[in-house]
């Protein structure tokens, strides 16, 4: 093994001043200095980071690597001691391997198609253009988070599960909290417990009266309502969340970036690309974590098997050596093939309806308000930590003249 290879020493807790969108400074460094990066875990694994893109999409793409909770003993931030991790609960398949994790996703791929999202279109449109006529009536100022970037994906998602709108306060609330990176152990619990009772008794709803949506297309196969739960937590969090966070910080990002905010305005379209650049730029779910499971030769090094390696998808997408000037935001740019929705068999299942969503509500609301800008000056906006699985605003003030 190389005596000159790299090491992390603590995962980094904030960003620069001054650079909410950027990767933490200590993880753009460990990638100038190669892709892989030895990383001591605060309980003394000896474990991985990886910053590269190609060798996080061989990783992703690589059963040797594994995605399965009952591995994940050994957290980048917190030492643990002895506590042993359960699998994770039926359903939620965002934490197991095949053959486990395709039992979940394969019966949802159908739901998720190209072909049904663009369907979806017309109402994202309907919701986004209400959204941003109640803004206007209520202006000239906003809290963009709240009036746009979380009802907007969290209608859309209910709708599409068959969940009641007006349930939507609870948990909402119930996984800021635990994907929001703020609260402790106990408070983080009780909110994924609450979530879970919550959707516990919606299957029972679609068991005895079942509606035009997908938990209710699924009560038809051999998976048991406990099953069920785990996969509309799955679809509820990642549905919501993912998207709000995007949008938010999306808007952000353009109003910090005038000429590409007008680029966008001048020429709808941009939009697709647009999109795409956002998603690369600000990559909101920065990291993932998987487990060897057996030796395997990467970058250069053998990774032991029962090492815990962390990916970092946000330095993986400002990868220099995949992308032209990485850090610096260009609607135009040619080149694809982010990250930012994962890659193997664990990327987003709801990856398409994202973009419609984003393509939808982000040139509305900038034709809408030609003159949107910050109503506080930009480091008094409140960003979610480094502690969040994903990353993003909590509140963003907008003003704009009438």
């Not at 909410?20 to 990638?31: G, S, T, V």
């Not at 799955?234 to 680029?263: H, R, Y």
Request: with cysteine.
């Amino acid at each position: 093994m190389s005596e000159s290879l790299h090491t992390v020493t603590t995962m980094p807790a904030a960003r620069q001043p001054g650079c909410p969108f950027d990767p933490p400074k200590e993880l753009i460094q460990a990638r100038e200095h190669g892709p892989i990066s030895r990383f001591p875990f605060p309980d003394g694994h000896q474990g991985w980071l990886v910053t590269g893109y190609d060798l996080i999409r061989s990783i992703l793409a690589d059963p040797r690597f594994s995605s399965r909770k009952e591995l994940m003993g050994h957290h980048p931030l917190v030492d643990y001691g002895d506590i042993e991790v359960p699998p994770a609960p039926p359903g939620e398949f965002l934490l197991m391997d095949e053959p486990q994790h395709g039992r979940y996703r394969k019966p949802l791929v159908g739901k998720f198609t190209v072909r049904r999202m663009r369907l979806l279109t017309e109402r994202v449109e309907q919701v986004t253009a209400e959204h941003l006529d109640a803004m206007e009536k209520a202006g000239p100022t906003a809290d963009l988070v709240t009036a746009f970037a979380k009802p907007i994906p969290s209608i859309i998602i209910c709708e599409l599960l068959g969940v009641p709108y007006e349930d939507r306060g609870s948990f909402q609330d119930n996984i800021d909290k635990f994907l929001g990176g703020e609260v402790g152990d106990e408070e983080l619990i009780a909110a994924y417990t609450a979530t879970q009772q919550y959707l516990a008794e919606l299957v029972a709803a679609k068991r005895a009266n079942p509606t035009d949506d997908v938990l209710s297309d699924l009560l038809d196969s051999d998976l048991t309502d406990e099953e069920l739960r785990g996969m509309a937590l799955i679809l509820l969090a990642a549905g919501f969340d993912t998207t709000a966070n995007m949008l938010a910080l999306g808007t952000f990002a353009l109003l910090q970036n005038p000429e590409q905010l007008a680029a966008l305005r001048a020429e709808p379209a941009l939009t697709d690309g647009a999109v795409e650049e956002l998603l690369r730029y600000l990559s909101v779910a920065k990291q993932f974590a998987r487990v060897a499971l057996e030796d395997v030769e990467l970058g250069g090094q053998t990774i032991k098997a029962g090492s815990t390696v962390i990916l970092s998808l946000h330095t993986a997408n400002r990868d220099p050596e995949r992308f032209t000037d990485p850090h610096v935001l260009d609607l135009r740019r040619q080149e694809g093939g982010h990250l930012a929705f994962s890659h193997g068999i664990h990327q987003c299942l709801g990856q398409q309806l994202a973009r419609v969503e984003m393509r939808v509500a982000l040139p509305a609301l900038v034709s809408r308000f030609p003159t949107l800008r910050l109503a506080v000056p930009a480091e008094e906006v409140g960003l979610r930590p480094e502690t969040a699985d994903i990353y993003g605003v909590k509140s963003l003030p907008v003003t704009w003249d009438v």
